[in-house]
């Protein structure tokens, strides 16, 4: 039986159908799971989809985290569940305080709608099992607001820890600096990705969901979308609280 | 002072609200040779605009071929729909917003975004795609690239929010674009055939009901002169008359619609553009052949004091207007409200075939209450089918302007080199031309690719859309021709024809249907008509 996954729909959420999609091409039975509800009805892992939130107008993520489906996702993730946000997903996840950091403004000042390229760090965690490391994964990023900034010593923390997920990467595959073309928004150490301290919580700026099927110009981002639909099948005949047990290395 | 008395010091009231004198003669005409009052010349004066009557060039569209195999809905609606086949069907328009665009950029562009993606999402077609056709003067002048900065801001900041994406398009500076933008938007939207829905309020004891922002004094345009009529001091609470878009309000109504359309809970929808309530209730009423009674009072406002002009012509963005039957107005109100909209009963539809309004409510019956009273009766098709319509005028313009160098962009714009000079100067020149760059730096501020469809994007000749549960492509460009459209006006637009239908056949598609954005002066000048 397909894995059930939840995919969260906020008012303003915009990749929800996108998510939802590419959960199917994976295998999953996608879930949706609207933001005023209080249960996450059982599901095996929890996605937080792109778009404008509320419509974002205070900052991106900022109210959304306050929302009762928030609630219950603190606390699946508390328990160990598996949680993946992309794009406006992840800046709730940041709001909420469930992945370190925060997302700025795109250095730029403007919106940033183009094709870039992430190269994983790890391949042991639930979000990138199906990735090789170091492997330049093409697909869009969609945002205004994705510039990545800790400060130096938890910059270096994540580092040491293992909690860099993603890095921008030039066509070489070397990380793309603040201000390099390969990198869409300014981030820090070129960080694209991140998790949490456990490791089943993660966040990432670009859109894998986008980038599913090779019509559309790529489908690298089917390496992180499987990831995710295995590592939640595997959790859901797993006892809670041993899945994110990849943790920190 | 009085609106009597305003209108006596300087010029009669329906001049100052753009109403000329044949006109408001023609409007007593359709009211049985009665004066209007006050009310109801401020609902003429907008719906007999050009903007909203098409008065001038009306005789002349009506020429245009509209019929052909898989047209499922064609001018007179929201959108041209055409069947695609297995059910399916797409919905497309396009639409000007450059007078809003040249005062305030951002705001002005990105609601004519959001009046588009209205007409697209009205039929019960999701929204697909985006694609803007923008013109601006020279860019090395100040104040255009002000107005290039705010125009593409505001079409992503709106598209982006709402999440469809924007595709194609094109950006063309011209001399004669100077201080005056043409902003173009066209949107494509994708449903089920069975899911058609019209602008209509049939079915005579249906429920009127606007759901959607509440109602302010944005957008009151023109017909503010009758408010600084009444205010003659200092008034704080003036709004602009270029509209506020909230796109985010707009994803919400996208979405509560389609869910109300899906589950066939209205008779007929429309959305508020220009005009506001008086032009979507005078709309739908005439297509069905009935009258709406208004409820003034109970349409939602943002803010005390509006007076019923300001209510009945407002253009607050994000409102839509359905008919619904009293049985389903429970569960419509359930799926707006959990879409967090505003939704109200602002009147019923009667069998009268008047646009009237009352003050003072509607009864249960929902005739007028007990003491209301009436303060306008318009006859619906007055308003809209039977709008006064003007026999323009038209001749050649006198001046000329330089036929640019074969195979080369417009002279003025570009200084290209005389014929006949180095062949290596030409093409710096022409390497040169702000015509000819890059739009990276324009459309990397669009979201492109959410919708998961894009097949090929922004920088291609056409946009190429995949239609999931399809082995099919959905191919649409723009396309104008501005400079051998001001020498000769017929070959203009049959060359933009030529080359949007080039544009779209050389991805290998074959052209189904055209929509067209037509952006000219005044039409009572004869050079310009």
Redesign the interface.
């Known amino acids: 039986m397909p894995v059930r996954v939840g995919v969260v729909v906020f008012?303003?959420s915009?990749?929800d159908?996108?998510t939802v999609?590419?959960l199917s091409i994976a295998g999953a039975d996608p879930v949706v799971l609207w933001h005023e509800q209080a249960s996450l009805e059982g599901v095996a892992a929890v996605v937080l989809p792109?778009?404008?939130a509320?419509?974002?107008?205070v900052r991106a993520g900022v109210i959304a985290r306050f929302s009762p489906v928030m609630r219950a996702v603190s606390a699946f993730a508390a328990d160990g569940g598996l949680v993946l946000g992309i794009c406006n997903g992840f800046q709730v996840l940041a709001e909420a305080g469930l992945v370190p950091g925060a997302l700025l403004r795109n250095r730029s000042l403007?919106?940033?709608?183009?094709q870039v390229a992430i190269a994983a760090l790890r391949d042991d965690t639930p979000f990138t099992r199906g990735v090789s490391v170091g492997t330049p994964l093409r697909m869009?990023v969609?945002h205004?607001e994705g510039c990545y900034f800790a400060d130096d010593a938890t910059l270096d923390q994540l580092e040491r820890d293992g909690q860099v997920l993603f890095r921008y990467v030039d066509e070489a595959g070397r990380p793309a600096g603040p201000a390099e073309p390969g990198n869409p928004n300014g981030s820090l150490r070129a960080i694209a990705g991140v998790l949490n301290k456990a490791g089943n919580v993660a966040g990432l700026m670009p859109?894998p969901?986008?980038a599913?099927?090779a019509?559309?110009?790529s489908d690298d981002g089917m390496g992180i979308v499987r990831s995710l639909v295995e590592s939640a099948a595997a959790a859901a005949n797993t006892p809670a609280g041993l899945v994110g047990s990849a943790g920190a290395r | 002072m009085t609106l009597a008395e305003a209108g006596a010091v300087v010029e009669p009231l329906h001049r100052r609200l753009g109403v000329t004198d044949d006109e408001l003669e023609a409007i007593k005409d359709r009211l049985g040779g009665r004066d209007p009052n006050d009310l109801e010349l401020a609902m003429f004066s907008v719906m007999w605009s050009e903007h909203c009557s098409y008065k001038s060039s009306k005789p002349l569209l009506r020429t245009l071929p509209t019929a052909g195999e898989g047209v499922v809905a064609g001018p007179g609606e929201n959108a041209g729909v055409i069947s695609i086949g297995g059910g399916l069907a797409v919905a497309f328009k396009i639409e000007s917003h450059n007078h809003p665009s040249a005062v305030e950029p951002y705001q002005g562009a990105a609601t004519g975004v959001g009046g588009i993606l209205r007409d697209i999402f009205t039929m019960g077609a999701r929204p697909i795609a985006v694609l803007d056709a923008l013109r601006f003067g020279d860019p090395a002048d100040a104040r255009t690239r002000h107005l290039v900065d705010g125009v593409v801001?505001g079409v992503?900041?709106y598209g982006?929010?709402?999440?469809v994406p924007t595709v194609g398009g094109e950006l063309v500076f011209d001399p004669s674009y100077q201080g005056n933008p043409l902003v173009n938007v066209m949107a494509i939207g994708l449903m089920e055939e069975r899911r058609l829905t019209l602008a209509a309020a049939p079915g005579p004891g249906n429920l009127v009901v606007l759901f959607g922002s509440a109602t302010g004094r944005d957008g009151i345009g023109g017909a503010s002169v009758l408010a600084s009529a009444t205010f003659t001091h200092d008034d704080p609470s003036k709004r602009p008359s270029v509209q506020v878009g909230?796109?985010?309000?707009e994803?919400?109504l996208i979405e509560a619609s389609l869910e109300l359309i899906e589950r066939g809970l209205v008779e007929g929808l429309q959305d508020l553009g220009a005009g506001g309530i008086t032009c979507a209730t005078s709309e739908t009423a005439d297509r069905a052949g009935t009258g709406i009674l208004v409820d003034l009072d109970a349409i939602p406002r943002r803010e005390p004091g509006l007076e019923p002009f300001e209510v009945m012509i407002s253009e607050s963005q994000e409102r839509m207007c359905a008919a619904v039957t009293p049985e389903k107005w429970d569960t419509v109100r359930e799926v707006c409200e959990r879409?967090?909209l505003p939704v109200a009963i602002i009147g019923r539809i009667t069998d009268d075939g008047d646009i009237a309004i009352v003050t003072g409510g509607l009864d249960a019956a929902g005739g007028p209450a007990a003491g209301a009273v009436e303060i306008a009766r318009i006859p619906a098709a007055a308003l809209t089918s039977d709008a006064i319509v003007h026999d323009r005028v038209a001749e050649a313009p006198t001046h000329s302007r330089a036929a640019p160098a074969p195979g080369l962009t417009d002279a003025a714009t570009d200084r290209l080199p005389e014929r006949g000079m180095d062949p290596g100067a030409v093409l710096a020149a022409l390497l040169g031309s702000a015509n000819l760059s890059s739009r990276r730096s324009v459309?990397?501020?669009?979201?492109?690719?959410?919708?998961?469809?894009?097949?090929a994007g922004p920088g291609h000749g056409a946009a190429v859309l995949?239609v999931?549960g399809t082995t099919q492509g959905l191919v649409a460009t723009t396309d104008g021709n501005q400079s051998v459209g001001a020498l000769d006006p017929w070959l203009g637009a049959a060359l933009s024809v030529a080359e949007a239908t080039r544009n779209v056949s050389i991805t290998g598609a074959r052209p189904l249907g055209v929509t067209n954005c037509l952006n000219y002066g005044d039409p009572t000048r004869p050079a310009a008509f």
């Open positions: 008012p303003g915009n990749c159908r996108d999609h590419a792109g778009g404008f509320y419509g974002d107008y403007r919106f940033a709608g183009r869009p969609a205004g859109h969901e986008r599913a099927e019509i559309l110009g | 801001r992503g900041g982006n929010c709402v999440g909230d796109p985010f309000a994803k919400l879409w967090g459309f990397t501020q669009y979201d492109s690719t959410v919708g998961t469809d894009t097949v995949r999931k």
